[in-house]
């Protein structure tokens, strides 16, 4: 029966992990953004200690997407950012000064 509620944890944390990337994605398509846990909880219908224990995996796991620990003020703030965006940009500075 352990087995069986660990194979549901881990199911939800990949529910919860995959629902928290969605999200973040969404906030950075126009660019680099900075939030704390607590503030986009409810987004996500997560706690803000879940978001804070997903939120350094993500950027390990997540391709494309940059998530850091950018400060500390009464709870982490998270710099998030598309990395193709950077890369895009990058792209569009060589190429003009070609």
Same mark, same amino acid.
């Given at each position: 029966m352990s087995v069986h509620a660990s194979a549901d944890a881990e199911a939800e944390a990949e529910s919860d992990a995959d629902r928290l990337e969605r999200y973040?994605? /969404?906030r950075a398509a126009d660019g680099e953004f900075y939030c704390k846990s607590k503030f986009i909880a409810d987004d996500v219908d997560?706690?803000?200690? /879940?978001?804070?224990?997903?939120?350094?995996?993500?950027?390990?796991?997540?391709?494309?997407?940059?998530?850091?620990?950018?400060a500390y003020t009464n709870a982490t703030t998270w710099r998030v950012a598309l990395e193709s965006g950077v890369e895009a940009s990058a792209d569009a500075g060589q190429a003009s000064a070609d």
């Open positions: 973040l994605r /969404q997560m706690s803000a200690s /879940q978001i804070g224990n997903l939120m350094p995996d993500l950027d390990e796991t997540a391709e494309g997407l940059t998530v850091e620990r950018w």
